[in-house]
């Protein structure tokens, strides 16, 4: 079955800190995969995505992706957290076909110490 | 250009109550969808219409019916309200060509609460 998993349910870093939230996906075939940011209280927004190409994959706000496909992973990093930051951060994969709907995790809530 | 817009912000029912909740998007995207959140779940694809004309089951439909007015329209349906559907509701838009694969653009929410 299709799943996306995020193994982290809560994250607290303190200001400065480097973070890096884990996901794992079970898709047969090719996947796109997506990380979207939910701030406190807003609808959800795209932070980045791959297709294809280049495995590292750079977002806004200083966020980047590494797709490592034999460990069916799609981790999120940032090298130095700001309390801005705090928010919830959804992973999701869709496959090739037109017809494959977008699966999301749980979220991981990431919240900032200042 | 005001993206995927949602109302009402926040509506309380009593338990067997109607209600219906609207969704329009100005990207002429061909893809729409109603996800419901709840703490610990994501997000769950309720209903989807593919393209205009269309409607699809997504993972949690029960309870639910969806209407695609037109190429802009979503409305979702809440026949008899039960507590167990007290959620955030999020509609969604994606891409011109009515692939269901790319990238999704979210409305603000819907929060729902039945009593």
């Known amino acids: 079955a299709q799943s996306v998993s995020q193994h982290n349910h809560h994250v607290i870093l303190s200001e400065a800190a480097s973070l890096e939230l884990g996901c794992n996906y079970s898709y047969g075939g090719t996947v796109n995969l997506f990380w979207y940011v939910q701030y406190p209280g807003q609808h959800l927004q795209l932070l980045l995505k791959y297709f294809s190409g280049d495995p590292l994959v750079k977002g806004i706000k200083g966020f980047e992706a590494e797709f490592i496909k034999s460990k069916f992973s799609f981790n999120l990093r940032k090298p130095s957290v700001q309390w801005s930051d705090t928010a919830e951060y959804f992973c999701a994969a869709s496959g090739y076909s037109s017809a494959s709907k977008i699966i999301f995790g749980s979220g991981t809530r990431l919240s900032i110490r200042p | 250009n005001a993206g995927v817009t949602q109302t009402p912000k926040f509506q309380v029912l009593k338990t067997g109550q109607s209600m219906t909740l609207q969704c329009a998007q100005d990207m002429n995207h061909n893809s729409m969808y109603w996800y419901r959140q709840d703490p610990g779940m994501g997000l769950r694809l309720i209903y989807y219409s593919a393209s205009e004309g269309t409607t699809d089951k997504g993972e949690v439909p029960n309870g639910y019916n969806v209407s695609r007015l037109n190429k802009r329209e979503f409305s979702l349906r809440l026949e008899s309200a039960a507590p167990s559907q007290t959620s955030v509701y999020f509609c969604?838009?994606?891409?011109?060509?009515?692939?269901?694969?790319?990238?999704?653009?979210f409305g603000p929410g819907t929060r729902l609460t039945v009593t």
């Open positions: 969604a838009s994606s891409s011109p060509g009515g692939s269901l694969t790319y990238e999704q653009y």
